[in-house]
C-alpha cells in the first residue's frame, strides 16, 4: 500500500470523508487528484475534520497568540518539529517524506544573465 494509501485511509479512520470517485496519481510534475467520474453539482469529495488541521500548539501558539511569531513561521515551526518527533500524524510525515521536492520558484537556482539561451528564435531562461 502506498504512504498516500495510508494517509487517507488514517484519516478516513479519524473522521475524514474522501470521495470514491476521487483517485490519487504520481507524474513527472508530482502527485494529482483525479476525477474518475463526472461530479454532481454540490458533490462531496473531501471533507477533513479541524483535528487532523496542522496548526502551532503547546508554546509556538503563545508565540503566535503574543505576536511574537507570525502564523506562517508558527506554522513552519510546527512542521519542522512534528516531522522529526513520534507524533500523531506521522502518516501525513512519511507520506510527505516520500515526494520530491515541489518544483517552486523559492527552490530554482539563481537565474544568471549569461544562462540566457536562444531557441528556435525564441528568449527563454535555463534554470539548471
Given at each position: 500500500?502506498?504512504?498516500?494509501?495510508?494517509?487517507?485511509?488514517?484519516?478516513?479512520?479519524?473522521?475524514?470523508?474522501w470521495?470514491?470517485?476521487?483517485?490519487?496519481?504520481?507524474?513527472?510534475?508530482?502527485?494529482?487528484?483525479?476525477?474518475?467520474a463526472?461530479?454532481?453539482?454540490?458533490?462531496?469529495l473531501?471533507?477533513?475534520?479541524?483535528?487532523?488541521i496542522i496548526q502551532?500548539s503547546?508554546?509556538?501558539?503563545?508565540?503566535?497568540?503574543n505576536?511574537?511569531?507570525?502564523?506562517?513561521?508558527?506554522?513552519?515551526?510546527?512542521?519542522?518539529?512534528?516531522s522529526?518527533?513520534?507524533?500523531?500524524r506521522?502518516?501525513?510525515?512519511?507520506?510527505?517524506?516520500?515526494?520530491p521536492p515541489?518544483?517552486?520558484?523559492?527552490?530554482?537556482?539563481?537565474?544568471r544573465?549569461?544562462?540566457?539561451?536562444?531557441?528556435?528564435?525564441?528568449?527563454?531562461?535555463?534554470?539548471?
Amino acid at each position: 500500500m502506498s504512504t498516500f494509501a495510508n494517509l487517507r485511509d488514517w484519516c478516513c479512520e479519524r473522521g475524514a470523508e474522501w470521495s470514491p470517485t476521487l483517485e490519487v496519481r504520481d507524474g513527472e510534475r508530482g502527485r494529482g487528484v483525479f476525477a474518475t467520474a463526472p461530479i454532481k453539482e454540490g458533490e462531496l469529495l473531501l471533507r477533513l475534520p479541524a483535528s487532523l488541521i496542522i496548526q502551532p500548539s503547546g508554546p509556538i501558539a503563545k508565540l503566535v497568540a503574543n505576536g511574537e511569531c507570525s502564523k506562517l513561521l508558527g506554522l513552519a515551526l510546527t512542521h519542522m518539529h512534528e516531522s522529526r518527533v513520534a507524533e500523531r500524524r506521522a502518516p501525513y510525515f512519511a507520506d510527505l517524506a516520500s515526494q520530491p521536492p515541489p518544483n517552486v520558484p523559492l527552490r530554482w537556482k539563481e537565474v544568471r544573465p549569461e544562462r540566457t539561451v536562444l531557441a528556435a528564435g525564441k528568449a527563454g531562461l535555463w534554470m539548471g
